[in-house]
């Protein structure tokens, strides 16, 4: 298959058919994402390089009311892969999904896989911050942070009502996780945790009835409440 000779918009330096970068002077480069294999094809591309598709619509979208990046204050982009729209920080390269979004990602292999192939082609050079609360991009209230699903060890900002905010390579790591299993090995430790709640319940009831039977058996007093006492304790031990 023949490559077409591509140029930089910004320098006008010759670049390879998948540069994402401009390698002499940096530039970001519009890219197209194939819908067959999800590869880089260079703007201006009309066939994939890698599995000859025929280039469709750029994947980056001139949307406005997009809301400004939560740390760097500027205006974020729209990227879509597939079916899936993500808004992006070029500058920091953090990434801002919707709830419904986030929850599609998670749910499809598919789309699991779309998803990390564009962000292993767009993350360049991930610039860490130091932690600080950050406000959502819609309704500037500061998120909460929170470890994904309580054991991924990745803390990612989130708004209830709008969406969650991923620092530069959170994403991928969390579908990662997902992919080892993690969703399943946070639910039996969740369930693990809750049936050791129980049982410290049961035992705290166990050791309630014991002292009551023991409180009312002594009891000299005349009516005494022994009896409801033997009953409470003999309905837990058969509960």
Not at 160 to 176: T, Y
Request: hydrophobic residues 35%; proline residues 3%; glycine residues 6%.
């Amino acid at each position: 298959m023949k490559v077409e000779a591509l140029n930089c918009p910004n320098c006008g330096a010759s670049v390879a058919d998948k540069s994402v970068h401009c390698n002499h002077c940096n530039s970001r480069l519009k890219t197209m994402s194939c819908s067959s294999c999800f590869g880089t094809i260079f703007e201006g591309s009309k066939f994939c390089p890698l599995c000859g598709s025929k280039a469709v619509a750029s994947n980056v979208i001139d949307e406005k009311n997009l809301g400004d990046c939560p740390r760097c204050k500027v205006k974020m982009q729209l990227i879509e892969v597939d079916e899936i729209k993500l808004s992006e920080c070029e500058r920091c390269e953090g990434i801002w999904s919707d709830v419904d979004t986030f929850e599609a990602i998670c749910a499809s292999r598919e789309n699991q896989s779309a998803i990390l192939k564009k962000l292993d082609e767009i993350l360049h050079h991930p610039k860490f911050e130091r932690v600080q609360y950050v406000p959502c991009p819609n309704c500037k209230q500061l998120m909460n942070r929170s470890n994904f699903a309580r054991v991924s060890g990745i803390v990612i900002d989130t708004c209830k009502e709008h969406g969650v905010w991923f620092d530069a390579e959170e994403l991928p790591r969390i579908i990662g996780f997902i992919r080892k299993g993690g969703m399943e090995y946070s639910r039996q430790k969740e369930k693990a945790n809750l049936e050791a709640e129980r049982e410290k319940l049961r035992a705290e009831k166990f050791k309630a009835s014991v002292d009551r039977f023991k409180h009312e058996s002594r009891s000299d007093i005349p009516n005494s409440k022994t009896s409801y006492a033997v009953r409470d304790f003999i309905d837990f031990i058969l509960g």
